[in-house]
């Protein structure tokens, strides 16, 4: 210990004490993408003794940008072996456990009970939300990370009498209103910044030291190097943390998150397509990523008409009328956020019988 972790001992407030705190802990990262990727890779360096690791997506070209913990060999192969692999190579003395899977109310409570801390490293609000009724209902601290273009936040959530995520924000976004890293682009190197600020703030968490970003949010912005916290509170009146909780169970997230009279859930377009292969019903599904999203594939039985075709609500609606005809029209595009968009513009101009798939190809492609 004391040559591999000797930065480490010469700090006061950590010490073999502390190096020791560190060696007995167990971290699970959900997602090892943009935050989760220099996460890993600071837990795995420090000497965290055991680091569980989630997800289930493969590794694209495009994620190579900003997931630093992958390289060009590793395209089209499993993120959760690949990073497992990479932080064994790191430190051989941890153990690193690998849950190549989504994460899901019926599995979230298991996996996430054999942990001390968790990090969030995830890009969507269902597993966000997910992630947080888990914690609270097992009594284990979470570390929060978000990120979109040149902005960074981070946060502790559910330690001490602190506040959770849904504290924060009690009910998702509606649909369309904010843009994922898909949609509206991720400078690659805020990535790391935050990633690893989480993975500090972690260690902080497994060594009981005092953690500054429990009650606040730190907000980073690149484009003038500034760092704010903005306080937060505990709300009381919490429905999974508060006096009186009335989440006291795991919910279906992907279709809490996406309830809308226009959005359907995947298992619901799953069931559609099936019925149409077999006769039983007819539908249009309609993919509105531009040309070269395409590339990444298409959902199975789907037409292609980029949104950027489409410049007027008028146009938009003869277009879709001349392509698609009358009938019933499902819309996807990589995340669910333009397809948001355009079907609150078809609705508001009284185009019936049109909805969306929220989870877009993203969803679509990691299952």
């Not at 004490?17 to 890993?40: F, K, N, T, W």
């Not at 493969?58 to 072996?81: A, M, P």
């Not at 606040?216 to 916290?229: P, R």
């Amino acid at each position: 210990m004391s040559n591999r972790y000797s930065r480490h001992l010469r700090i006061p407030e950590i010490g073999e004490r502390g190096q020791q705190l560190i060696a007995d802990s167990r971290v699970l990262v959900v997602g090892s993408g943009g935050l989760g990727s220099p996460a890993l890779l600071y837990l795995a360096a420090a000497g965290v003794g055991v680091i569980g690791i989630v997800d289930h997506d493969l590794v694209d070209i495009s994620n190579l940008q900003r997931q630093v913990i992958f390289n060009e060999d590793s395209v089209g192969l499993s993120k959760t072996d690949l990073a497992a692999q990479r932080i064994r190579e790191l430190n051989s003395t941890i153990e690193v456990r690998a849950y190549d899977t989504l994460l899901t109310r019926d599995n979230a409570l298991k996996i996430l009970s054999d942990f001390d801390v968790v990090i969030d490293a995830t890009d969507n609000f269902a597993t966000r939300y997910l992630i947080n009724d888990a914690c609270v209902l097992l009594g284990i601290p979470y570390v929060w990370g978000s990120i979109l273009r040149f902005d960074g936040q981070i946060s502790v959530f559910g330690h001490g009498n602190g506040p959770c995520y849904r504290c924060v924000f009690p009910q998702p976004p509606e649909p369309g209103t904010v843009p994922s890293c898909a949609d509206a682009g991720v400078i690659g190197s805020i990535c790391g910044v935050i990633g690893s600020m989480q993975a500090t703030a972690a260690l902080a968490l497994v060594m009981g030291l005092h953690s500054p970003l429990a009650g606040s949010i730190g907000v980073f912005n690149a484009l003038d190097m500034s760092f704010d916290k903005v306080p937060i509170h505990r709300n009381p009146e919490c429905m999974v943390c508060g006096d009186t909780p009335t989440l006291t169970e795991l919910i279906d997230y992907p279709e809490w998150c996406s309830a809308s009279d226009h959005s359907i859930p995947r298992r619901e377009l799953q069931q559609l397509l099936r019925e149409r292969d077999s006769g039983a019903t007819d539908f249009v599904l309609v993919d509105i990523r531009e040309v070269a999203e395409t590339h990444l594939g298409m959902i199975p039985g789907a037409i292609h008409l980029p949104m950027s075709e489409l410049q007027t609500v008028d146009q938009l609606d003869a277009h879709i009328q001349k392509v698609c005809g009358p009938g019933d029209i499902i819309f996807y595009c990589a995340s669910g956020y333009r397809s948001a968009i355009l079907i609150r513009a078809l609705t508001d101009a009284g185009l019936p019988n049109v909805r969306h798939y929220p989870g877009g190809f993203s969803e679509w492609s990691s299952v």
